[in-house]
């Protein structure tokens, strides 16, 4: 215990200062800079039984405020739940076009999502941008409008946001701002916007791409088998010299529910061994690092406490200290109480537990699985951890 809580220490002395400065939440989307242009823009939203949510997310997009020329198209990817035919009767109230398309067949070595995007690419024609969004995202009027003047006004090839998360349910409070935590940790945001460096992200809820810059990446097809596409798409275009930028959505929501942590569960297990590209390495040092960085300083503490050996106790605070405080802007952007940082230990129990449900999914055949498909050997992310 003596030597784990001074490197747990030393760890979070490292992730605060020298991680990117991930922890904090000022990455938002750049200022628009008036250019006089705005340049044509196809919509594209790949929907699988999405009935539940579309009722909320399609109106917000078909009632942009864009100066310019905008379209959507709405892919429907083989529903069961009458998606395509709801989706049509929302547009009979008006706003921007609605084309509401099928793709073929999904092939072999493509991920659904991704099938449906390629699908809508081809549909869209020739538009200088492609507004790549979830079914289950709501966009403020405006949010079409401020993407596309700071792509222009900031020469952006990629300009994505990442959609704030429901958190309206206790398990919904907890977990969901660790998860952008954590990413935002592996990903700094800081690394991820800077011209010419190794790290890249992007949110696949809300990413605005140049159709050309998307074209000299290899279009969809380069990331056809990925799990984790909004990641392997910024890595694409900032390999063959695009510009990108990921920030905090201020004009952009998710509105999918999370009421049970199954469900959350599902949302993060899903992909997490595939994050670690499916190595049992990757995943033994995971878990660990976990165990270490976030487990370690609170057992510590009260070890230390307990035992009347002070100074553990106070490396181990000061390590939990340290956690809690990084952690705490985030929980403000959530609108949650500060308090509530000192249960990312508990979080991250959980989140270590996920991740290693992945891989026994993963070894038992099960993939990444997701609306009724089932993924095995994916493309996914050709690196580790981001670093800088």
Known sequence: ????????????????????????????????????????????????????????????????????????????????????????????????????TTPPPLPPGWTGKLWALRHGVEQAGRPEYLLLTDADIAHRPDSLAAL?????????????QMARLRVETGWERLIVPAFVYFFAQLYPFRWSNRPGSRTAAAAGGCSLVRRTALERAGGIAAIRGAVIDDVNLARAVKRTGGRTWLGLAEQVDSVRPYPELGQLWRMVSRS?????????????????????????????????????????????????????????????????????????????????????????????????????????????????PASD
């Not at 596309?148 to 990629?158: P, Q, S, T």
């Open 272 to 384: 997490a061994y595939a994050q670690l590209r499916h190595s049992p390495l990757l995943l033994l040092g995971t878990v660990l690092g976990l165990a270490l960085v976030y487990l370690v300083p609170p057992v510590a503490t009260v070890a230390g406490a307990v035992t009347g050996t002070w100074w553990v106790a106070a490396a181990g605070g000061a390590a939990w200290a340290l956690m809690a405080g990084t952690f705490t802007p985030m929980l403000r952007y959530y609108g949650q109480p500060a308090a509530a940082a000192l249960l990312l230990p508990f979080t991250a129990l959980l989140y270590l537990l996920m991740t290693v449900d992945s891989a026994v999914q993963h070894w038992r055949g099960r993939g990444a699985a997701w609306k009724g498909r089932t993924y095995g050997k994916v493309l996914e992310p050709d690196d580790g």
């Open 148 to 160: 596309v003047a700071a792509a222009e006004g900031h020469r952006l090839d990629l300009v994505s």
């Open 1 to 100: 215990m003596i030597v784990l809580v001074w490197v747990s220490l030393a760890a979070w002395v490292w992730l605060t200062l020298a991680q990117g400065f991930f922890w904090r939440t000022d990455q938002r989307l750049p200022a628009p800079v008036e250019t006089g242009r705005w340049p044509e823009v196809v919509v594209l939203v790949p929907a699988r039984d999405e009935a539940e949510v579309l009722p909320v997310s399609l109106p917000s997009l078909l009632a942009q405020r864009y100066p310019g020329r905008a379209r959507v198209v709405l892919v429907d990817d083989h529903s069961s739940d009458g998606t395509g035919e709801l989706a049509r009767r929302l547009a009979t109230g008006g706003g921007l076009p609605l084309t509401v």
